[in-house]
């Protein structure tokens, strides 16, 4: 089956970032999101990462407004089933994604594959309320999409090779590097070895060992990462780390590498989810 239209759920930081690099690739898209200032937020952060594009001579003002003409933002669900493939990026939530794949597999044709961004969930389980299990695959793209190159595939209980096949086909038309996880295991590759790292950084800064500012530096410095644990967060989102690292407490062997720090749970409570807030670690 050739892949034309590209049907996106979720307008949110990934669904948007997702969107922009399926219509800079030549496919049609169709964004789709429950409230309409979701979907113009999500088309006015595409328009701005395209002209950041342009303004670094990496896309042409041509390039920019071919892209931004094949995306379409709607509410309406019914406007994504002629997509040719869906993925879906809504919030780390397992029963809402379980019901958006329902809806999609009532909705779209038989053939189409449904992927999910989740980072971490079970594809198994997500793939279980819908019709077509062995069309159910994990698709993770990383944050910010435009700019990251890896894209982990994640074969679920029933995903078949040929749906594997296609869904890896696509990551590279995508300009992706893509990587198989063989087994529908928590947090994959990326998140199963990143997450107690976070952690661990947290609970360094609440027994008063080091500063977050330190914390940061001496990952950055030490370990030569792009970011420091907290300001990586701050970009990503609070919450999600919390969900994150709440789903594998639930779903991994009980150690205290999956116990979620006070700290974190507390400015997650209080509303201070990085720089989405403007405040989180660090203020913005």
Do not use: C
Request: net charge negative.
């Amino acid at each position: 089956m050739e892949i034309k239209k590209i049907g996106v759920l979720g307008a949110g930081v990934m669904g948007s970032g997702i969107a922009q690099v399926a219509a800079q690739s030549g496919f049609e898209v169709m964004m789709r999101d429950i409230a309409d200032e979701f979907v113009q937020k999500g088309l006015k952060n595409i328009e701005a990462s395209l002209s950041k594009g342009v303004e670094k001579g990496k896309v042409t003002p041509e390039e920019k407004e071919a892209a931004l003409g094949r995306i379409k933002g709607t509410t309406v669900l019914e406007d994504l089933k002629d997509v040719d493939f869906v993925i879906e990026a809504v919030i780390e939530d397992l029963e809402l994604k379980k019901k958006v794949f329902k809806e999609m597999d009532e909705l779209t044709r038989s053939e189409v594959i449904l992927a999910t961004n989740t980072s971490s969930m079970s594809i198994t389980e997500i793939a279980a309320s819908t019709s077509r299990p062995d069309k159910v695959v994990g698709m993770h793209f990383f944050n910010p999409v435009p700019l990251m190159r890896l894209v982990e595939v994640i074969k679920g209980l029933e995903t078949s090779d040929e749906t594997v096949d296609v869904t890896w086909g696509l990551a590279e038309r995508l300009g992706k590097t893509p990587v198989l996880v063989k087994k529908d295991t928590p947090g994959f590759i990326v998140n199963r070895i990143m997450m107690p790292q976070l952690m661990e950084a947290i609970r360094i800064y609440e027994e008063g060992i080091a500063s977050m500012e330190d914390i940061d530096k001496a990952v950055k410095l030490g370990l030569n990462y792009p970011m420091g644990p907290f300001e990586l967060m701050d970009l990503t989102g609070l919450d999600i780390s919390y969900f994150v690292n709440e789903y594998f407490r639930k779903e991994l062997p009980q150690e205290l590498k999956h116990v979620t720090p006070h700290a974190l749970k507390a400015k997650v409570r209080a509303g201070k989810l990085g720089r989405k807030t403007g405040e989180g670690w660090y203020k913005y």
